[in-house]
């Protein structure tokens, strides 16, 4: 990477972003993982918060502790010795029953593409999906990977309420929502599990760098995992490959 | 166990804590106050420790009353307060019996202002936190903005006398001061210099999670879309209406426009309180200027919170700045 690349930017004073590009790769992204790991493993006093984007790291830091210009050295010298070691990925199959309510967009998409229903589901179950991020609201998953037949741009009037649980399409990314609430993405299903639980031992299920496969399942089998999700019970595990 | 009972309230009111910390990697966003110096100040004046949950509210207050004494405390701006037919001021604590309604009216010359209560209001942490983050329904009293007939568990009360602030907090004047980027390279030289010169309106599109400003367009000649990365609280982002959002206590945690500038830390609170259809602009400054301003300002809230005068027992009622 020249050019531009690394650089760190400050975001005020309590903020900063290490970037290492401006576009969407998985390279990057296993850079700004490992970069996030080194800091919890070996950490720098005055960290607070460290943020995994597609791109960039952002650092929230407490400049009572160390000021940005001292963090700005530190980082700069733990990205000259990163390494990326391949630690094995978790792997998650989620369970999708396409269309329905929630899938509204799943025909309209299908007519869009000018493909069959069952091969639009066929494609988009057949790819392996990489979360980039967890962000914009708790436990939503940013996933890459997407066909590059199911890219298809935001609705330019977003809609008021998705539910959580709802899978999308946004451009070139695909998304798995964790609460409800109001998207311009397009979407063609949705999975009986929680993303996001408050309440449960371990809140989120996803976390960056995380692998994702989508698993069509019938409405039946979907309503009996419904049941063990409302129940508590684990219905999905990672699979460390 | 006390309660707050809550018989009006306005319609921007929330429980809120000094916030969600640590979670931004899960995109749950901090949330907390949005004057956090006024936040502080109103849980001293009650006696609680920092991180106790108070009412935030937007606007207007509303009418309260308690199962058992309690001392109270509101802060944030100008605000007629009554217990009964007796006037009260901010900045100070009172007493409040059981067979008291507190009423606290309209803020004058600011938006958000606080009820402390001593005790603390001792909902169910969510994630560590009782504060409120309304847009997912979080923390707080049931996720929710508060409403008449709510009735809010309180902590226990250790008892202690009334306090008052030795000097007034002073927000300082002035433009709002802002340390440029993370994404001003979007913007030529030409628009960042409007940007600074500009006068803006802050709009009544406001919330808990973002401000929008009115009456200049910024135009990012390198695009309104980035590949999204983090927020904080104080990004300008601009999408490509040109309309340019601060994004505040209830940010999302990630987005994808680009972001001018960040508002310094210690103005933050300062342009939250600004009342809708006033002008603001904005001054840049050094990131080591704005970490200076901040670490003073902290300096300053402690020694503010450390010299807490007692106010005499007899005289609950003075209402006045101690002399």
Known sequence: MGGKFPRILACGDSALSVELADTIDETVSERIIALAANLAATPVKGIEELVPTYRSLMVIYDPSVIRGHALDRELHRRLMVLTVNSVPARRFDVPVVYGGSVGLDLQELADMKEMTLAALIELHASAEYRVYMIGFAPGFAYLGGLPERLHTPRLATPRQRIEASAIGIGGKQASINSVPGPSGWRFIGRTPLRLFDPHRSQPFLLQAGDRVRFRPVSEDEAAELDRAVAAGQPVMEAQLS | ?323
């Open chain 2, 1 to 323: 166990m006390s309660f707050l009972v809550i018989q009006q309230i306005g319609p921007m009111a929330t429980v809120q804590d000094l916030g969600r910390r640590g979670l931004s990697h899960a995109g749950v966003s901090g949330s907390g106050p949005m004057d956090m110096p006024s936040f502080r100040i109103a849980n001293a004046l009650v006696g609680n420790v920092e991180n106790s949950a108070a009412i935030e509210f937007g606007g207007t207050g509303g009418s309260f009353s308690v199962l058992r004494p309690a001392r109270i405390a509101v802060t944030g701006g100008a605000v007629d307060i009554r217990l009964g037919k007796r006037k009260l001021s901010p900045w100070e604590s009172y007493t409040l019996l059981p067979d008291d309604v507190l009423s606290i009216g309209a803020l004058r010359d600011c938006v958000w202002g606080y009820l402390a209560v001593s005790g603390g209001v001792d909902t169910v942490p969510v994630l560590g936190s009782r504060a409120t983050h309304v847009r997912t329904g979080l923390g707080g009293y049931e996720g929710r903005r508060l409403q008449a007939g709510d009735r809010l568990p309180l902590g226990r009360d250790n008892p202690g006398v009334n306090l008052a602030l030795r000097q007034l907090w002073r927000r300082s004047g002035g433009p709002v001061r802002i340390v440029p980027g993370p994404q001003d390279d979007y913007y030529s030289a030409e628009t960042q210099r409007a940007f600074l010169k500009a006068s803006f309106i802050v709009s009544p599109a406001r919330d808990r999670m973002a401000q929008m400003l009115d009456g200049h367009a910024v135009h990012a000649e390198g695009g309104h879309d980035i590949v999204s990365d983090g927020t904080c609280a104080g990004s300008i982002q601009v999408p490509a209406s040109g309309r340019p959002i601060v994004l505040m206590a209830e940010r999302q945690t990630t987005g994808g426009y680009p972001k001018i500038a960040t508002v310094a830390t210690v103005d933050l609170p300062r342009l939250a309180q600004v009342p809708s259809g006033r002008h603001v602009s904005f001054a840049a400054i050094s990131r080591e200027k704005a970490e200076e301003l901040l670490i003073a300002e902290r300096t300053a809230l402690r020694e503010c919170l450390a010299n807490l005068v007692e106010k005499p027992e007899t005289d609950d009622v003075s209402g006045g700045m101690p002399s």
